[in-house]
């Protein structure tokens, strides 16, 4: 159990276009989810927090308008970087929240490479 | 200002030997730990979590340790398999219901056949 898949896998995109990556709790409901980015041998960054009908809340230092996240339900969240840039280039990561604890499943990742 | 620290980035073992990763934290808000392993390009998968309430928590070959008057948690492997090696993340939550965890950098660990 506890599974949660993310699409794509991977994306290759030109500068200026808006990339949507989806996150999917699979076999269960998740009302918190969260978004990761990983730089190379780096830990990974939290970037936000999105909870089922309610605006996502980001961390300090990730743009909002850069970085739209949409949580319409309780099996699906989007992340859209729009107007992607070279620098947005990375892999980004989803994870859902299981139980009152803070146990996270996390997605395979998305690797995004901006041209 | 980092809270979780893995300070060893890397960690080599022999196969069947035991494999033991250490992590400490600074904030003693911190209630629940957490040890994801993660593979190049994939998500991390969860291994094992401890409570505050508890010193040691075992799943199989994986036991972690808290020593909360250190602020200090370790996670034991063993025996090692090669199938082990990956890079390894401590998380920490603060209060049940923590919205955040904060990771420490990782260790990577190799396991030599």
Request: proline share 4%.
């Amino acid at each position: 159990g506890a599974v949660v898949s993310q699409h794509p896998s991977w994306v290759i995109c030109k500068s200026g276009t808006s990339v949507k990556i989806e996150c999917r709790s699979l076999d269960f409901q998740a009302t918190t989810m969260f978004w990761y980015r990983q730089f190379p041998k780096k830990s990974l960054m939290l970037m936000a927090t999105s909870n089922e009908g309610s605006k996502a809340t980001y961390e300090q230092g990730v743009e909002k308008d850069k970085f739209l996240i949409n949580h319409a339900s309780l099996t699906l969240s989007t992340l859209t970087v729009t107007s992607a840039h070279p620098e947005d280039s990375s892999f980004y990561i989803c994870s859902a929240r299981l139980g009152t604890y803070n146990e996270q499943f996390f997605g395979p990742g998305t690797r995004l490479t901006v041209l | 200002d980092q809270q979780v620290k893995q300070n060893s980035p890397s960690l080599s073992v022999q196969e069947g030997r035991i494999s033991i990763l250490n992590c400490d934290y600074t904030n003693s808000m911190f209630d629940y730990f957490l040890w994801y392993k993660k593979y190049p390009a994939e998500g991390p998968t969860f291994l094992i979590s401890i409570s505050s309430i508890k010193d040691k928590n075992e799943d199989g070959r994986f036991t972690v340790f808290l020593n909360k008057s250190a602020k200090h948690l370790s996670l034991h492997i063993v025996p090692s398999q090669p199938g082990d090696s990956a890079v390894y993340f401590c998380a920490a939550s603060a209060g049940q219901g923590a919205q955040k965890l904060v990771f420490g950098q990782g260790t990577r660990l190799t396991i030599n056949p």
